[in-house]
Every structure is written in structure tokens, then in C-alpha cells.
């Protein structure tokens, strides 16, 4: 049996001894500057009273340092901590509070320069390459501007520097190289209109794009549109080509119209059924509601068909 004394000395040391692992300063493992600079503190927690001290400078926006066990055992030792590097891998990974800038950003700097050089027409801007996504500091104002552009007018290439400004970090500068496109605006559809609805104001929306992306036969003038109706299926938002469109239906399948029968000294009138819709301008099969009889007959105006005898079919049912 062990002397009671020799055990109540041994627990009191387990008691009291500290836990190597927690007492004194200890590298972190990671840390995330906010600043421009790093400080003692970033790299040691509890680092006393020159926790506040400035170690370096913090990496760039996007960027990233790391400091090994012999780096910051030199720190340590330059600050009177007292930590050593053990036979342990000691790392700390330092990175820079960051965003990228807006893609918007760019675009809006590239646009001003070049409409500038434009006399304030809207280009479309194409990047070569991967897009450019730079990195600033989190939360800091960040601009933009443009700088040594060079245009070859017969080919709307370019080559310009951007130079992207942001408080706490460097101006970063950055080759871009593309290509620049005339633009116009061109009258869309906001949604579909069917086939032989006649197209409205309140249909109608503009769309910006390149000139060389503009089909030869796109319409481009609004007054070709009003009062017109698709001949086809056309998706809104699209430039929309001369042949697809007609004259809208005036006369519907199984409406009442009012049938003209005109020859020479001869102007009669009767009621009759369109067998189909048409536009101005079609032949459409209408039967008389008296005698039901089908005759051929061309539409002239809304719910109205002129019969010409020469042209006059019976068809008996």
C-alpha cells in the first residue's frame, strides 16, 4: 500500500500542473486579415501586450502566405514570445479578406471608354479569353477605368489596359483584348402573339444587339410591325424577320360575314359563314346561310367577302 501522503502530493501536481497544449502563445492554424497589415496577434493567440504589433504586410486581395515553423519561431523571438517550433508541423495560413469585382463593373468602365471614342453610341463589348474576375478587398470601394485604348476600325478589334482601384490595396492593371460591334436597337416581341392576331404597341419591346448579328431581312422599323400578325411562330425577344409576317385574320372560322356578290350593273348582298380565316386579301371558302350553297369568295375588310362571278364555285353538300 502506497503512503497516503506521497498520493495526496501526486494529485495536487495533477491538479495544478498546466496543460502544455493551452498555456502560453501557440501559433493559429488559419487566420483572415481584414487590413493591410498583419499582426502578432493574427499569428499567435494570446500574444500578450504586442499582440497588437505589426509583423508584415497582409497579401494581396485574392492572395495568400504561409508562414512555416522556422518563420514563426523567428517572430517569437523577435518579440520576446515565449514559443518555440516543436518537431511538429507549425503552419500558418494568412489570406486576405477579398471579393471580386463586379463583372458590371468592368463592363461599365469598358463601355464609357469606348463611347468616348464613339461620340456616345452604345458598342457591344466581346473579352478574349476566360472572363476577368478581379480581386479587391472585402468591403472596400472599388472603380475602374480604361486606359491606352487602340481600335483597328476595320476589324473592331482592340487592345486596352484596365486599371482596377480600390482603397487598402494596390492598383491593379490588367491587358484585355476583344472585339467591338455597332449595336442597334430593333423592335422584339415582349411575349408570343399567334399567327394572324394582328401586333399591337402594347406588344412590342427593344432589343440592343450587334449589327453583324442582325439578319439582313430583320425589321427594324416599328411601322412595319403595327397592324401586322405573324405568319409563323416567332419567340419574343427575337429580331424578327420580314417573312414572318402577314396581314392579320379579319374574318374567322365559322364567324358571320357579310357576302358582296359584284359583277357589271349587279351589287347583291347575303349572310354567310366562313369556312376559315383569312386575311385581306385570301380566298376563303364562306356558305351562304339561306341556300347552303359554298362559294369561293376574297376577303375584303373585317367580317366581309366579295364573290366575283367569273370566279363563283358551287359546291353542293
Known amino acids: 500500500m502506497k503512503h497516503p501522503v506521497a498520493l495526496a502530493f501526486v494529485a495536487l501536481l495533477l491538479v495544478q500542473a498546466p496543460d502544455p497544449a493551452a498555456a502560453g502563445p501557440r501559433p493559429r492554424s488559419a487566420v483572415e486579415i481584414n487590413g493591410t497589415t498583419v499582426a502578432l496577434g493574427d499569428l499567435f493567440a494570446d500574444a500578450g501586450l504586442q499582440a497588437t504589433s505589426v ?7 485574392g ?11 523567428a517572430i517569437a523571438r523577435r518579440y520576446g514570445l515565449a514559443w518555440q517550433a516543436g518537431a511538429g508541423r507549425d503552419l500558418v495560413v494568412v489570406t486576405r479578406a477579398s471579393r471580386h469585382l463586379e463583372a458590371q463593373v468592368i463592363t461599365d468602365a469598358l463601355a464609357a471608354a469606348i463611347a468616348v471614342d464613339d461620340a456616345g453610341d452604345v458598342p457591344q463589348i466581346t473579352l478574349d479569353g476566360p472572363p476577368l474576375r478581379p480581386m479587391v478587398p472585402r468591403g472596400a470601394i472599388a472603380s475602374a477605368h480604361v486606359e491606352q485604348l487602340e481600335r483597328d476600325p476595320a476589324t473592331g478589334r482592340f487592345s486596352a489596359v484596365l486599371v482596377v482601384s480600390a482603397s487598402g490595396a494596390a492598383d491593379q492593371r490588367f ?37 453583324s448579328a442582325l439578319p439582313r431581312d430583320a425589321v427594324t422599323d ?11 411562330s416567332i419567340t419574343p425577344g427575337k429580331p424578327i424577320l420580314a417573312g414572318d409576317l402577314g396581314s392579320p385574320e379579319v374574318v374567322h372560322k365559322g364567324a358571320l360575314v357579310s357576302m358582296h356578290v359584284i359583277g357589271r350593273n349587279m351589287h347583291l348582298a347575303a349572310t354567310g359563314r366562313a369556312q376559315a380565316s383569312g386575311a385581306v386579301g385570301d380566298v376563303i371558302a364562306v356558305q351562304n346561310v339561306t341556300s ?4 369561293e369568295a376574297l376577303v375584303t375588310g373585317p367580317d366581309r ?13
Open 55 to 61: 509583423v508584415m504586410a497582409a497579401p494581396e486581395p
Open 175 to 211: 491587358a484585355l483584348d476583344g472585339r467591338i460591334d455597332e449595336t442597334i436597337e430593333v423592335p422584339v416581341l415582349r411575349s408570343r402573339v399567334r399567327p394572324g392576331q394582328a401586333i399591337e404597341m402594347s406588344d412590342i419591346d427593344w432589343r440592343r444587339i450587334a449589327r
Open 222 to 232: 416599328i411601322k412595319s410591325l403595327i397592324e401586322h400578325s405573324p405568319s409563323r
Open 292 to 295: 347552303r350553297i359554298v362559294i
Open 305 to 317: 367577302v366579295e364573290v366575283r362571278p367569273p370566279r363563283q364555285v358551287a359546291i353542293a353538300q
Open 63 to 73: 492572395a495568400q502566405l504561409t508562414m512555416n515553423g522556422v518563420e514563426l519561431d
